[in-house]
Structure formats: structure tokens, C-alpha cells
């Protein structure tokens, strides 16, 4: 049976305690639902010293919306996201976060593990990166920030969070009704990693593409990354449009295969919901 | 050698037959529920390489202390329960370790080394067949061969393919488990399981003591699908660290365990041609049979090359064949039988073969079907005797609405399939009323089979006994001394048959204390107990006709929409088990047309280790099911009845596998689609 | 470390290792066998308990991360309402059993907190717990049943 190895735990109360902690025992793992290190504790992929549980610390809660900018904090679970709407901005998170898993898994999971891990079929990724959403990551030198509007946080990419960090929130700027948004993915078994997912938010008027944003992911894909777009605002969105969006999509995922028409298909069905004459 | 106390109770023969009721309620009692005083949990260490020379074992019990063999039948080559010298699959037991708890058990497990010398594994059939022999003293890889058929009389048309079906992990949701508890001279066994005959036969031959030394009682069985049928290295090393301790020691393994170390069923390759005339019919079949059984192979396993090969015909008149067979030994783990066991391979070699003819000469599948069925009793060069079924399939078509282009759709994939029960060795039985109480013990375990339903109906028949009296109790060899066990589709016909006799001779002697009406047959105290033979009748073989609809999602993603089942059970004992069982079977074969598979690596090492990645299906993966219970005439067997269990998965492949290739418009010549079609 | 939560109404305290998982605590600790094991990977469902009113795969929760919490599992359900309906339609669409507590939990929770009970919506609330057996419809149309009749 897959039991973990022995390890002590601590619920830090702040999160001052917990960077102190970490600091203190270098062999340690940090968990905040524990949906991906529990099972890597279980698998003894990971034997640590000390398991650190993140998951109720008040600093890493909540939901902010002011003054224009959204601000959701990295213990927020994943069903608390799923109920999220409102704005197209909130309603796209809400839409990967209801991707996720299924409904017990959303209870413990949260923004922090789907994001922080670089897990390539992760369904928040795209979705920060469409979002232009900037994260802020805390350690024992204090805070930085890392911009999320081409690739993702965590993994082997070059936001990655150091093994003394932690994840404590990404913000956003909202966006104003009028923008549409699509989140997507395809994958062979449900529960299994998806093989292509497509996050994206656009504003047409008149039929002339005021934004268009887009980042693509997936197993297929190895990693998420958003697009450049900008060059394409002020062009009336028409099928070349989508031909050269969708091509620079292809362009960016090395797969080939089926890999490659699941996402093609996906990004055909993201900019029909962008709602473009297509 | 201390010893636990056994009480009454973890004796006591429970009753099995309403366990979805109890389990609804959170009161059934599987296998790892079970924790009398003083239990010891046990880990096994397992290879981690498919090959290689055994050098070093750290620790636990390992061959030179628990020197043991699985040694059914007809084996070629005797598994060790512990690896001796060499391991030649990933995930087989090289020792087995124990502690009073499971963590630690863990712990201790982990803490072994074992030290291998890898060699280079077989894992590829083809390299198999020209490498030398895997196991010491073989000649070759070849663990069976076998050649049928009177010779191919050729035709004007002639298709070929090779058709290939990837190894797929039985995975019941209740993983393998045994309680072993060896005290006052008998070793008794609680068991997961499909037979508590074999199991008790296995262990005691493979730990040489007297078959009546033993006991196995079954306890509530969460699924078996094939994998809970025979004999594993694990019972057996329970059993004995049990006579060891004289403590109760119990095992269940982990899912990743079950992944690569139960036995898998299908992997079998055919290279088929049909060769036929112009106007559809088919004159004869020749085909090159291949079944990867994996390091160790039982009679069932060695003999399945030819089990397939004799139901190459189908339900059709195909008047010559020449199949050739060969089961070849790998290093992945031992081959068992999955739901099916031999009967889907069949089904999907002809009806791929049959649709290719259909597109190559520009006819109907399904009329090319019906062009092919036999207008009476027809024996195959194979040596399969059928019954015509032209009626069968034609009332199904119409019932289905098979033949209303408009409400049918333009993409549906049909198969026509046969199911023959694994009647062989009969079954037992018996019956005990007592105290206004009916209680029933089969052969044959219940795991999900409502067997319950069967005997109700049987013994209202037969009794008019009222369903509220009836009680099916779990297998137990103290209790029914011979018996067979539940696979094969067998227990309607086997164990209904069995029943059947036994209710008859309640009944005569009831009659003979004058007592004829129900509830005085409720008064009286009688016992019957009968071991019935069952041959095989041709009446006894059921027909299956699938029709199924597939769509493709975003235009990229196929995925079954719908699937219909005409299915023939002769006289239906029991409607309710009977739709559940076809169901069931139906939602196998989706995911084992779509993507569900256990495959290995080039060192052999297999590739799914959690439940999802190796294709059990979730809820929203599963078609539509429609299911028509039919009959095409009773069987001989007394109350009429034919087999159910594996219904789904024979016939389901060929259908759903039609109904994908006709929306991806490419040829499915092999399963799963998502891995070896679409890649 | 000492762990205690509420399980089924009733308190449970507790020296476990931190190690210790919430399925565990609650079969062995407070004795409870009707959550079962069946993946070990958060993949199945059987293991499916309630959680602060929520379910989650009781396989993949420390002990430690459930202290203070209230814990529901499928003996806790009840025979009453929903619940019942549930229970009522498991029973007679269920074959081997074994994935009866993610069912039962799942399905009562949903139908519970508003979801509505049609094939949909059943099939996409339970898209996280297994049947090997069934093949899922079944056991939807039964409880789709079920919650037709409660309502006349």
C-alpha cells in the first residue's frame, strides 16, 4: 500500500513563521492542499525532514477586487475559484478552475499548486498568462515580482520559485464588459493529464480586434506559453487573422500528431468564442 | 508459536447476496476490513527490473526459506512464489516482509535491497520468437503452439491485415487482497475471490499440505473481472508467514501494485485474411495467431492461440481455415484472463476482417453478415458447432431500427458475435432450508453479480419460496465441499443448472414428508447438495448483435456516443443482473477501443501505474447504452438460461471499434485508438 | 502528534504520526470500514468523504490537515431525504459495492447543494469517482429515479 515515509508537520500560524521555518529545515515540503505532495509523499518520490502546511495561512487567503485589479490569493482553493464570476477576468479563472479534476479534488487543491508546480497541463497557467497577471513571491530576501504575460510560474521556467519562496498571490487588472473569454483542453482519460489547453480573452468591435490574448498549454505542448498578439490589434478579425493566430499557436508547441490537432482545434474553438466572423 | 484466538463470528459464514444494500450503507465487509486481534500486515518486495540475474536480497523471506511453486497443469515452466535466481518480470515478488501494522510493514518493505544483474528483456513478440529462451532449461520462447483447420480454399477477393489488441489490466475497484490464519491445524483463508476451490487448491498444492487442511471462506467481493480466479505468489507467501506465526496475516495490495503485477488479459495479434467470392460470401480464413502470455503461462494462458482460433468463424458458415497459433513467452507479467478471456479477441479479429471485405467489394457490412450466417446447424473447420442465428440477427436489426436509414444515422458500426459459456467442470450447489430460512451456497462466487437475483427466480420456480426467505451465502469450502467458480459466462447455465437440481430434490423430498405448498416446504428442515456436469450444447452458445455511433468532438477528439445491445440470454433468469452485467461490459470495451491499455516500455517496464492512466473509465468517458435482452430459443441447460457476464466486451469492440474508424476515417486494425491510431 | 476531528457527529482525538492519512484515521482510529481504498492516487473516489461540508479523496488528506474539521462518511449519511433516495437507489443499482461511498457521498452532496438530479448533471457531478462494474448509468438513472419519486 502506498503509505509516506516519516515525517514531522507543522501548521505555521503566520506567514512569517512559515518562511522561518523553511529557512530553518532545508529538507522540508511545502503543502497547501496537497493534492500533488501528498501523492508524492505517498509514492516516496520526496522524503522530507518536515512537511509544511500552508494551507489555512490568513496571508494566503482571499479574493480582493479593487480599484481596478484583481488580487486572488495562493491558498484560495480551487472550488472557491470555480465560484468566481462577475467579470471576464473572473470568470475565466472560474472556468479553468472548474477544469480541474473533479469537484473533490477542486475542495482541496488549490491556485498555489495548480500554478506554482510547472505542470505543463495545468489548467490556471494559461489563464494567469492571458490575464497578463503578475505574481507575488516571497522569501527570506522579501518580496519580488514575476510577470506572467508569456510563461508560466514554477517548473523549469525562468519564474520558477526557489525552494525557500513561497507562491503568496497573483493579481491582475480586471477587464470591462465587452471582453469574451474561452478556456479549453483536451485530453484522452478524464482525471489524466490533458494533452492541449487553450486559455483566451479578446475585445472585437465593429469587427476590428481591440485585444486579443492567448496562451496555450498541454502535456503535447511541454510547457504553457502565452502568444505575441499585440501586433494584431486594429486588424479586422477575419479568417486570416485566425490562420496566422492559430499558426503562431502551432508555432509554439513543438508537438506534432494528434497533440497537434487537439490543439489546433482548440484554438479554432477559442477564437470562434471571441466571437470573430471566422 | 503463539497463537490469535479465532472467534465465532470471523468463522461464521456471512451472507453475500445484499451487499449493495450493506455497502450503500456503509456495512459491507471487504477483504482489507478485516482486522482480527493480533493481525500482521504483510509487503512484498517486488523487481524493479523485467530481467536479470538475482544477486543479493537484503532481507524479509525470500526463496531460500519459502521455497514454493505455482505449478497448475499443464505448465511448462513453474512459477516460483518468490524469485529464484533470476526475475524475468517488473513486479514480481522477490520477498515478503511483516509487521503488526501497514506503515511500518511499508517501511520495511522499502528498506529491502535487492540487488539484480539486468539482462536485456524480451518485450516484443517478433524478438521473442528468435531469442533464446527466457527461462533456463526451455528451448525457446514458445509456451504453446497449435495449428487448426482442414486448409484455406481461396477466393476471387482476398483481404489481409494485421489486428492487434494491447494487453488491458483487469483493475476491479477492490485491489487483490487474503487473510491467512493457520491455527489449530487448519490454515484458513478469507478470501477476494472469484472460486474458493482453486484457491484452495492452489495454495495447499503449492505449500504441499492436504487440500482439507484448508479453508477459504469468500468475504464481500468488489469486482474480479478474471483477476481474482486463480492462484497468486502472494496467497501463498500470506499463507505461509501465517503457519509460520500462527497469527493472522493479511495482504492487499496498492494499485500500482495491481497495474504491474496482475495478470492482464488480451494481448493477442492475428495476421488474418479472409479470402472471398465477389457476391460477399466468405470461402476461407487463414490466419497467424500471436499471444504475448507474458513470463509465466498457465493451461489457460498456453491453450488460448487455439481457444481463439476455434472461434475465428464467428457465428458464420466459413467452410475452411488454416490458423496457426503460438503463445510466446516475454518478460512482462503472466497473462490471465480478462473478462472475456479469448472470447473478444475472436469477436475482433473476424468482424474487423469482415467490415474490410464489406468496404473492398463495396457491400453492406451487415448484409455481408447475413449473407455468411448458416441456414442450419453448422460446424466449423475450427471445430465450432453453431447454431443458425440468421432469425436472431434480422429480428434484432428491425428492433434496434437497424434498417430506418433516418432514424439509424450514417456512422454506425455492427457487430455480429457469439458467446460461448465456460461450462466446463459444471458446478455445485446447495441448498439448505432450516427455520423458515432458504440459504443458498454456490460454486461459483457472487462479486457484483447479483447471482442473488438467479436464485430467487430459481427457487420461486422451483420452490415457490418467496424472495424474502432467500439468502445467498458467500462461497465457502466448509460449508459447500466441491464447487467450480464464477468467469467465463458461465453461472447462469453452470450454477443455475446446479441450483436447479438441488431445488428439484428439496422439493422431492419435501413432497415425500407431504409437504407441497410453499410454506409448508418452510416448516420442514432439508439439505441438498449436488455437483452437476455441464456440457457444452451448441443451444448453450448466446448471439450478440452491437450496433454503435461515435462522434468526434471538436472535430479531432472520437469519442462513442451510443451504443445498442441485442443481446441473446435464452430464458432470462434475472432482467435487472442481466442489463447490469451487459452494461458493464459494454463500458469495458468502450475504454478498451479508446484508451485503455497496459503497455511497456523497451525495458519492459509497464507504463501505467495509477488507475487512471491505465483507461478505467469515469462516468463522463462512458457511451449511452441501450440494451435489448433477447432470446433466440432456450438453451439445453434445464431452466433454459445462457451466459451474460462477458457479453459487453465480445461484442462491443468490433462495433465501437467500426463506429471510430468510420468518424477518423482511418482503419482501426488495432486497440487502443488513442496510442496506436492516434498518436 | 495529536489529531482530533468530528467524524459522523461524534469526536475522535488522537496521538497519530503526521504521516498518518485521513482514510486511515478514519477506518482504524475511529473504526469506521465503510470508506474504502481502491488507488491510493485520488483517482477512484472510494474514499470519498465529507470534509467541512465538502467532499474531498480522504486517500490524499493528512490526518493532520483534517484536525478540527467535521467529517462526514457514508455510515454518517443518514436514511432520511436525499440521503435516503440516494442509499435507496445505490441499493438497487449497485453490483460489487465497493465504490458506494464516493457514490453515495458524491451524489448526495451535489443533489444536497442545489444540483439539479438529471443525467447531466449526475454524470458530471460523479465524473470523479469509479465504478468498475455498473458503467455508471445504472446507478445515474436510479438515483434520477429516486429523486423523482421523493418529489411527489
Redesign the interface.
Known amino acids: 500500500?502506498?503509505?509516506p515515509?516519516?515525517f514531522e508537520y507543522a501548521r505555521p500560524g503566520t506567514l512569517e513563521e512559515a518562511l522561518e521555518l523553511m529557512a530553518d529545515v532545508r529538507d522540508h515540503l511545502v503543502i497547501s492542499g496537497g493534492t500533488v505532495g501528498v501523492l508524492m509523499l505517498k509514492r516516496?518520490l520526496v522524503r522530507p525532514e518536515l512537511v509544511v502546511d500552508i494551507g489555512r495561512l490568513p496571508e494566503l487567503g482571499g479574493v480582493d477586487a479593487a480599484r481596478g485589479t484583481i488580487s486572488l490569493g495562493s491558498a484560495l482553493r480551487l472550488s472557491e475559484l470555480e465560484g468566481l464570476g462577475g467579470s471576464p477576468a473572473l470568470s475565466l479563472i472560474s472556468s479553468a478552475a472548474s477544469s480541474v479534476g473533479d469537484p473533490a479534488i477542486r475542495t482541496m487543491g488549490t491556485l498555489g499548486g495548480n500554478v506554482a508546480l510547472g505542470d505543463p497541463s495545468n489548467d490556471i497557467p494559461p489563464a494567469l498568462i492571458a490575464l497578463g497577471a503578475i505574481a507575488t513571491v516571497v522569501g527570506p530576501d522579501g518580496e519580488r515580482r514575476v510577470g506572467l504575460d508569456r510563461s508560466p510560474l514554477g517548473g523549469d521556467s525562468l519564474g520558477r520559485i526557489r525552494g525557500d519562496e513561497l507562491l503568496v498571490r497573483v493579481e491582475f487588472g480586471d477587464l470591462p464588459a465587452g471582453y469574451r473569454w474561452y478556456y479549453g483542453k483536451?485530453g484522452?482519460?478524464?482525471?489524466?493529464r490533458s494533452i492541449a489547453n487553450v486559455a483566451a480573452l479578446g475585445l472585437t468591435v465593429d469587427g476590428v480586434v481591440e485585444d486579443l490574448r492567448m496562451a496555450v498549454g498541454g502535456s503535447a505542448c511541454g510547457t504553457s506559453a502565452g502568444l505575441r498578439l499585440e501586433d494584431l490589434r486594429g486588424a479586422r478579425m477575419t479568417a486570416g487573422i485566425a490562420d496566422e493566430v492559430t499558426r503562431r499557436a502551432m508555432s509554439s508547441c513543438p508537438c506534432g500528431?494528434?497533440g497537434a490537432?487537439?490543439l489546433?482545434?482548440?484554438v479554432?474553438?477559442a477564437l470562434a468564442a471571441l466571437g470573430g466572423s471566422i | 508459536m503463539a497463537t490469535g484466538e479465532l472467534r465465532e463470528d470471523v468463522l461464521a459464514n456471512a451472507e453475500c447476496g445484499d451487499?449493495?444494500?450493506?455497502?450503500?450503507?456503509?456495512?459491507?465487509?471487504?477483504l482489507?476490513?478485516m482486522?482480527p486481534p493480533g493481525i500482521l500486515y504483510m509487503?512484498v518486495v517486488r523487481s524493479r527490473v523485467a530481467r536479470g540475474r538475482l544477486i543479493r536480497v537484503s532481507g524479509g523471506i525470500t526463496s531460500s526459506e519459502l521455497r514454493a511453486y505455482l505449478d497448475p497443469p499443464g505448465a511448462a515452466v513453474r512459477q516460483p512464489v518468490l524469485a529464484e535466481g533470476y526475475v524475468s518480470y517488473y513486479g514480481q515478488p522477490v520477498a515478503v516482509v511483516y509487521a503488526p501494522d501497514?506503515?511500518t510493514a511499508?517501511?520495511l518493505a522499502?528498506s529491502v535491497d535487492v540487488e539484480v544483474e539486468p539482462e536485456d528483456p524480451v518485450v516484443d513478440v517478433d524478438a521473442a520468437i528468435d531469442s533464446p529462451p527466457i527461462h533456463p532449461g526451455l528451448a525457446n520462447n514458445v509456451a504453446g503452439e497449435v495449428e487448426l483447420g482442414n486448409g484455406v480454399q481461396g477466393g476471387d477477393v482476398i483481404v489481409e491485415d494485421v489486428l492487434e489488441m494491447e494487453r488491458v489490466v483487469p483493475?476491479?475497484?477492490?485491489?487483490r487482497g487474503v487473510l491467512a490464519w493457520y491455527t489449530g491445524g487448519i490454515l484458513n483463508v478469507w478470501a477476494s475471490t472469484q472460486s474458493v476451490y482453486t484457491w484452495r487448491s492452489g495454495i495447499s498444492r503449492a505449500l504441499g499440505i492436504p487440500e482439507d487442511s484448508v479453508r477459504v471462506m469468500q468475504v464481500?467481493?468488489?469486482?474480479a473481472?478474471g483477476s481474482k480466479s486463480a492462484v497468486y505468489p502472494e496467497y501463498v507467501a500470506a499463507a505461509y508467514i501465517s503457519m509460520r506465526t500462527g497469527m493472522p496475516v493479511k495482504w492487499?495490495?496498492?494499485?500500482?501494485e495491481h497495474l504491474a503485477a496482475a495478470r492482464p488479459g488480451r494481448g493477442a495479434r492475428a495476421r488474418i485474411a479472409l479470402h472471398a467470392s465477389r457476391d460477399g460470401r466468405v470461402r476461407g480464413i487463414d490466419a497467424e495467431l500471436t499471444v504475448d502470455v507474458g513470463a509465466y503461462a498457465d493451461a489457460l494462458a498456453s491453450r488460448s492461440p487455439g481457444w481463439i482460433a476455434m472461434q475465428l468463424t464467428g457465428p458464420y458458415a466459413i467452410g475452411s481455415a488454416r490458423v496457426r497459433g503460438m503463445a510466446v513467452y516475454t518478460n512482462k507479467a503472466p497473462l490471465g484472463p480478462y473478462r472475456g478471456a479469448g472470447r473478444p479477441e475472436a469477436a475482433f479479429f473476424i468482424e474487423r476482417m469482415m467490415d474490410l471485405l464489406a468496404d473492398r467489394i463495396g457491400m453492406d457490412p451487415v448484409d455481408l453478415r447475413l449473407a455468411n450466417l448458416p441456414s442450419g446447424r453448422f460446424t466449423s473447420p475450427l471445430g465450432l458447432t453453431v447454431d443458425p442465428s440468421r432469425g436472431f440477427f434480422e429480428e434484432g436489426l428491425r428492433r434496434i431500427g437497424y434498417r430506418d436509414a433516418a432514424a439509424r444515422g450514417s456512422r454506425v458500426g455492427v457487430s455480429f458475435a457469439i458467446l460461448i459459456p465456460a461450462v466446463y467442470g459444471g458446478e455445485g450447489a446447495r441448498i439448505s432450508v432450516d427455520r423458515g430460512e432458504v440459504r443458498v451456497w454456490l460454486g461459483g462466487t457472487d462479486?457484483?453479480?447479483?447471482h442473488s437475483e438467479m436464485a430467487r427466480g430459481i427457487l420461486g420456480r422451483v420452490l415457490g419460496v418467496p424472495r424474502d426467505r432467500i439468502r445467498l451465502m458467500c462461497g465457502d469450502t466448509a460449508e459447500l465441499g466441491n464447487g467450480v467458480g464464477t468467469w467465463g459466462s458461465r453461472s447462469a447455465i453452470t450454477a443455475g443448472q446446479a441450483l436447479t437440481r438441488a431445488a428439484e430434490e428439496i422439493r422431492e423430498m419435501a413432497a415425500r414428508d407431504g409437504r407441497r405448498t410453499p410454506e409448508e416446504i418452510l416448516e420442514g428442515t432439508y439439505s441438498a447438495e449436488v455437483m452437476e456436469d455441464v456440457d457444452l450444447d451448441p443451444s448453450m452458445i448466446s448471439f450478440l448483435l452491437t450496433a454503435a455511433e461515435a462522434e468526434l468532438?471538436?472535430?479531432?477528439?472520437p469519442r462513442i456516443r451510443r451504443v445498442i445491445a441485442y443481446y441473446d440470454v435464452g430464458e432470462a433468469l434475472s432482467p435487472?443482473s442481466i442489463?447490469?452485467q451487459i452494461?458493464?461490459?459494454?463500458?469495458?470495451a468502450s475504454?478498451e477501443v479508446?484508451?485503455e491499455a497496459q503497455t511497456y516500455d523497451e525495458l519492459g517496464v509497464p507504463v501505467a501505474d495509477?488507475?487512471?492512466?491505465a483507461?478505467?473509465?469515469?462516468?463522463?468517458?462512458?457511451p449511452?447504452?441501450d440494451v435489448h435482452v433477447a432470446s433466440s430459443g432456450r438453451s439445453a441447460a434445464p431452466h433454459g438460461a445462457k451466459g451474460v457476464g462477458e457479453a459487453?466486451t465480445v461484442g462491443g469492440p468490433p462495433a465501437m471499434a467500426r463506429a471510430v474508424e468510420l468518424v477518423i476515417g482511418r482503419r482501426v486494425n488495432a486497440l487502443p485508438v488513442?496510442g496506436r491510431i492516434?498518436? | 502528534m495529536r489529531v482530533g476531528m468530528r467524524i459522523n457527529g461524534q469526536p475522535y482525538e488522537a496521538d497519530v504520526?503526521p504521516?498518518?492519512l485521513l482514510i486511515?484515521f478514519i477506518?482504524?482510529v475511529a473504526n469506521?470500514?465503510?470508506?474504502?481504498?481502491?488507488?491510493?492516487?485520488g483517482?477512484?473516489g472510494?474514499c470519498t468523504v465529507l470534509m467541512d461540508g465538502r467532499p474531498v479523496k480522504s486517500c490524499l488528506v493528512l490526518a493532520a490537515q483534517a484536525d478540527g474539521s467535521d467529517i462526514v462518511?457514508?455510515?454518517g449519511l443518514g436514511g432520511d431525504g436525499i440521503a435516503g433516495s440516494?442509499?435507496?437507489a445505490?441499493?438497487?443499482?449497485?453490483?460489487?459495492?465497493?465504490?458506494?461511498?464516493g457514490m453515495?457521498i458524491t451524489a448526495t452532496w451535489y443533489l444536497e447543494n442545489g444540483g439539479e438530479p438529471t443525467e447531466e448533471g449526475l454524470?458530471?457531478a460523479?465524473?470523479?469517482?469509479?465504478?468498475?462494474?455498473?458503467?455508471?448509468?445504472?446507478i445515474?438513472e436510479a438515483i434520477a429515479e429516486e429523486m423523482d419519486h421523493g418529489d411527489r
Not at chain 2, 451487499?19 to 471487504?30: D, Q, S, T, V
Not at chain 2, 462479486?447 to 447479483?450: D, F, H, L, T, V
Not at chain 2, 495509477?610 to 492512466?613: A, F, G, Q
Not at chain 3, 469506521?32 to 492516487?41: D, E, L, Q, R, W
Open positions: 500500500m502506498l503509505y515515509d516519516r516516496r483536451r484522452i482519460r478524464h482525471l489524466d500528431g494528434y490537432a487537439a489546433e482545434s482548440l479554432g474553438d | 451487499r449493495p444494500r450493506r455497502a450503500a450503507a456503509g456495512a459491507a465487509r471487504y482489507m476490513d482486522d509487503e501497514a506503515y511499508r517501511d522499502d483493475n476491479p475497484l477492490e485491489p464481500d467481493t468488489g469486482g473481472f492487499v495490495e496498492s494499485r500500482d462479486q457484483g453479480q447479483w468532438r471538436g472535430g479531432v477528439e435487472r442489463r447490469g452494461i458493464g461490459g459494454l463500458a469495458q475504454s479508446l484508451f495509477r488507475i487512471t492512466t483507461g478505467v473509465p469515469h462516468s463522463v468517458d462512458v449511452a447504452f459487453g488513442f492516434l498518436v | 504520526e504521516r498518518t486511515d477506518r482504524d469506521m470500514k465503510g470508506t474504502h481504498m481502491g488507488c491510493g492516487t483517482d477512484c472510494a462518511t457514508v455510515e440516494v442509499k435507496n445505490l441499493a438497487r443499482s449497485l453490483q460489487c459495492g465497493f465504490c458506494a461511498p453515495a454524470r458530471n460523479l465524473s470523479g469517482v469509479l465504478c468498475r462494474c455498473t458503467g455508471y448509468q445504472p445515474i
